[in-house]
């Protein structure tokens, strides 16, 4: 069942935001294909600690795929080649004795390098901040059953909800687009009775927050959606961009 | 029971006399005690500033609501944003008792269950106003937009968890953690987009600033740049979760860790029943010894799937060659009642002796069968995708097995820690003006906690107890202007950054993660599942040596300058390498067994738990005394005036 790897890693190396980072070549032998990818890069650290050389750093926390931490362009695609999958739940079964891998941060102007492999991704948190929750104070709520959502419908927003807020979708646009993203959680909010008060705001302030942050413009190449580790659909941007159509006419200034 | 004093007043510590439980009947408890609480006016809110630390379902509720009623916050978190903490990881969902299904639910039958789930170990009145909190915190998160799972009516579904006879769980698929923390988080950014909370993210509390005996600040490292930079505030809120990663392999985050509460511990606040450890029966097997983390497979799925050995030991045929006759559902038969939904502890506990008489399954014999055969020929493919798609995704990425075709292997893993920081009923630890919230307390769950009760107690501490209990704190404690030029702040940043400097000092030979696993080991052999006095008194001197180990050959390379992960881990692994002799302590001195805390010592002739009632009917508080001095036990006596003791019995 379980095999050994000899591998090549050519690895990004950046000891900080201001430094000119470099591609270093790593060999690693005897890894067990059961073992997940940053298993995987934690024997390496391990190795580099052994030898003296710094580890290389990456984000990661839960290892389960669903805090969104991990995540790096992996032979050039983000989060590597199984669809549907964060780096943490990627295994080394999935690739080939002697195998090279290139293994990159992701790369968008808005996220920048912090050392190797972590990036600053806070810009999804202020595209966020400017309108994507329901402005509603604790104490607020009648009973939970008094707004009947359609199960169809709850569906649709969970779809969208289960966005991971990695940024793969930002590292495999072309155009480091962030509309997959912001139009999911537009999207949650839009097909939710809860999210009809601030409908119109929310998609325009979330929009030019997004603007703001230095993402570029989305020209549906849909390369996220390939990416994406939780299968968000690009109709989540579409629908962004009727709600953003939709609040130029019904949104009062 | 020793007298020790309070800094402040210099009275002796009498846990009872301070737990502030209010008197009266348990229904009438906690609005009796909201109105004695003393208020803040909305204008003099404005004049506090809280530090909450830690941005899970405890803080980000507790950071927004609190800025929701004015107050001026700050909200630290060791990721890089406050959607990563680890509450967004559990799966299977939140109860509530709402009685949506008519099958007798009540707030009392929510609180008798968590009471009883716990082995009589979690005090009345906190598990009761839990109870009555839950049905909020459900209608809050509809208003906030959480897509919870619905009929196709357009209410809210259910689902059914262990140690409960009725449907009281709320669920968002397999992500309920994710959607709660979604909305907690949209929250919290809300303030912080209006000002009134200041994110402080990719910093870690390294300790807790005290002055005059009243928490008035914390120390933390920007993990950027590796500044030291300090926070003062009025009160200091720790949100920081469990601390399972002592054992290494958990089902916790790579990065939660102990240390925030450690600190706290170490300048004076209580740690409670810090043995009370909660080992999950349904998680993917151990395969290697590379392996960096274990990942549970949520309990939901005891729902459906049905929990099964072969029959006879040492049958290694595939599982779809063992007929039906030669299968045992070994919950079924042995307890027919509550079957495969008993409680954590007893489900994990029955997983072992299977295994250890050596029926266990897999290339380890360290396993035992998850079956949804007979659910999918009831329910057909597609239902038991809806419900459980994602997870099922999950075990096929993970172990490359399809579980629609064989049946999942699993076996127990830590998971959770009802064991944290000893708090009043107010939330507030020993130290004044410390409070501890949500896994980081120790408060509701007992020696056992239920399935989906951690988010609810997680969103009811933040959202409905210390938007009420903080109040009485700021209006009643003389708390004089304090800013971080207070040379309590130097101090405590001097002694913070020693012991970083310390680590990376040592200059050894072996690796953070070596030292870490080998500690793992230790208390998952001597203080996991099963545990006695011999066990126990060996793993802590072998703690004591490994603790040795780490200051003397540690090997951490860098500088304290820099984004420096492996000085990050270093850090943590050292104050787990001093709490795990707690932990072992407390375990050895608590001569019972009680839900999740089981020695070998004490069971009935069933195997089951045995309490004992008369001498253990406590909460074990210890507080601090020096480095290598043996900590002080104080016991708190919990009293039962609503519920009857009994032996626990799921059959």
Redesign the interface.
């Known amino acids: 069942m379980?095999g050994k790897l000899n591998l090549t890693l050519k690895i990004w190396r950046q000891?900080?935001p201001e430094a000119r980072g470099e591609f270093k070549t790593y060999t690693l032998n005897g890894i067990?294909t059961?073992?997940?990818f940053?298993?995987m890069l934690?024997?390496l650290?391990?190795q580099l600690?052994?030898r003296?050389?710094?580890?290389v750093?990456f984000?990661?926390?839960?290892?389960?795929?669903?805090?969104?931490?991990c995540g790096v362009m992996i032979n050039g695609q983000p989060h590597g080649p199984?669809r549907?999958?964060t780096t943490c739940?990627l295994?080394m079964?999935r690739f080939k004795n002697n195998d090279t891998i290139v293994i990159e941060p992701w790369r968008a102007r808005a996220f920048p390098v912090?050392?190797d492999l972590?990036v600053?991704?806070?810009a999804?948190?202020r595209i966020?901040?400017?309108g994507?929750?329901?402005?509603?104070?604790?104490?607020?709520?009648?009973?939970?059953?008094v707004?009947?959502?359609?199960?169809t419908k709850?569906?649709a927003?969970?779809d969208a909800?289960?966005c991971?807020?990695c940024g793969a979708c930002v590292a495999a646009c072309k155009n480091a687009s962030a509309s997959l993203f912001t139009g999911a959680r537009i999207s949650?909010?839009a097909l939710?009775p809860?999210?009809q008060p601030e409908r119109a705001k929310r998609v325009q302030q979330m929009v030019a927050q997004m603007d703001a942050e230095g993402f570029g413009a989305c020209t549906f190449t849909t390369e996220c959606e390939a990416a994406c580790p939780a299968e968000i659909s690009v109709a989540n941007i579409t629908r962004m961009n009727r709600e953003y159509l939709r609040a130029l006419f019904t949104a009062t200034p | 029971m020793s007298q020790v004093s309070d800094a402040r007043t210099g009275q002796a510590i009498d846990l009872n006399r301070i737990s502030r439980i209010p008197s009266g009947p348990i229904a009438q408890k906690w609005d009796k005690h909201k109105f004695d609480l003393k208020l803040v006016s909305p204008t003099n809110k404005r004049k506090f500033t809280i530090i909450v630390v830690g941005s899970g379902l405890a803080g980000a509720?507790a950071a927004?609501?609190l800025a929701?009623l004015g107050y001026n916050v700050h909200c630290v978190t060791l990721?890089?944003?406050?959607?990563?903490?680890?509450s967004?990881?559990a799966q299977g969902g939140i109860n509530a008792a709402?009685n949506?299904q008519n099958d007798g639910d009540s707030v009392y039958r929510l609180f008798y269950d968590t009471i009883k789930g716990g082995d009589f170990r979690s005090r009345e009145a906190n598990v009761y106003r839990l109870a009555q909190v839950s049905t909020?915190i459900?209608?809050?998160?509809?208003?906030?937009?959480v897509?919870?799972?619905?009929?196709?009516?357009?209410?809210?579904a259910n689902r059914t968890f262990g140690g409960a006879q009725v449907s009281r769980t709320f669920y968002?698929?397999g992500?309920t953690g994710?959607?709660l923390l979604?909305?907690a988080?949209?929250?919290l950014?809300?303030q912080?987009?209006l000002g009134k909370v200041r994110?402080h993210?990719r910093r870690e509390m390294l300790d807790l600033v005290v002055i005059d005996g009243v928490a008035r600040g914390i120390v933390c490292r920007n993990l950027?740049t590796g500044d030291f930079e300090t926070l003062a505030g009025h009160a200091v809120l720790l949100c920081t979760g469990g601390y399972g990663n002592a054992y290494y392999l958990s089902t916790n985050?790579?990065?939660s860790n102990v240390t925030a509460a450690w600190r706290a511990y170490k300048r004076g606040a209580f740690f409670a029943n810090p043995c009370f450890t909660q080992i999950h029966p349904t998680c993917i097997p151990v395969?290697?010894d590379?392996?960096?983390?274990l990942?549970?497979m949520s309990e939901s799925l005891r729902n459906d799937g049905r929990v099964w050995v072969p029959a006879k030991p040492n049958d290694r045929r595939p599982p779809n060659e063992i007929p039906e006759n030669e299968r045992d559902y070994y919950l079924e038969r042995r307890y027919p009642a509550f079957g495969n939904m008993v409680p954590r502890d007893v489900a994990s506990r029955n997983a072992k002796e299977r295994c250890d008489a050596g029926y266990g399954i897999g290339e380890t014999g360290r396993a035992v069968y998850l079956d949804f055969a007979q659910a999918i020929a009831r329910d057909g493919e597609e239902v038991i995708r809806q419900k459980y798609g994602n997870l099922f995704?999950?075990y096929q990425?993970?172990t490359?097995e399809d579980p629609y075709k064989v049946p999942m292997r699993i076996y127990p893993a830590i998971h959770y820690t009802m064991g944290g920081l000893w708090v009043d009923y107010n939330l507030q630890s020993t130290i004044p003006g410390l409070y501890v919230l949500g896994e980081a307390n120790f408060s509701d769950h007992g020696a056992n906690r239920l399935g989906a009760s951690a988010l609810m107690q997680g969103l009811a501490d933040g959202?409905?107890v210390i938007?009420y209990t903080i109040g009485d704190h700021l209006a009643t404690s003389k708390l004089p202007p304090v800013t971080t030029d207070h040379p309590a702040f130097k101090e405590t940043m001097v002694e913070a950054r020693n012991r970083v400097e310390r680590i990376l000092s040592v200059h050894g030979k072996r690796?953070v993660?070596?030292i870490h696993r080998e500690l793992g080991i230790t208390l998952w052999d001597y203080c996991g599942m099963a545990r006695n006095a011999d066990g126990l008194k060996h793993a802590i001197e072998k703690i004591r040596s490994l603790r040795e180990e780490f200051w003397t050959n540690v090997?951490v390379?860098?500088r304290g300058q820099?984004?420096n992960?492996?000085l990050e881990y270093a850090g943590r692994v050292a104050d787990f390498l001093e709490f795990g002799e707690l932990l072992a302590t407390d375990a050895l001195t608590r001569n019972e067994s009680c839900g999740g805390h089981f020695r070998e010592e004490y069971q009935t002739p069933d195997g089951e738990a045995r309490r004992d009632d008369e001498n253990f009917c406590h909460v074990a508080a210890w507080q601090y005394n020096g480095p290598d001095q043996e900590p002080t036990l104080h016991k708190e006596q919990l009293k039962f005036e609503e519920v009857q003791l009994t032996q626990r019995s799921y059959k």
């Open positions: 379980s000891p900080s067990s059961e073992m997940s940053l298993e934690d024997i650290n391990s600690i052994e003296g050389e710094e580890p750093a984000d990661n926390d839960c290892r389960e795929g669903i805090c969104g931490a199984d549907g999958t739940q295994h079964r912090l050392r972590v600053d991704r806070s999804f948190d966020i901040a400017a994507g929750y329901v402005s509603v104070n604790v104490g607020n709520a009648p009973d939970g059953n707004i009947p959502v359609p199960k709850a569906d927003a969970l909800a289960a991971i807020g949650q909010f939710l809860q999210g | 509720s927004s609501s929701e990721h890089d944003s406050p959607r990563r903490a680890h967004i990881a709402k949506y909020a459900i209608d809050h998160c509809v208003a906030q937009g897509p919870f799972a619905r009929e196709y009516g357009g209410t809210l968002a698929r992500q994710q959607q979604l909305g988080y949209g929250s950014m809300r912080v987009q994110l993210v950027v985050a790579k990065g395969t290697g590379y392996q960096s983390k990942t549970l995704h999950m990425k993970i490359a959202y409905f938007p690796t993660d070596s090997k390379l860098g820099e984004l992960q492996n």
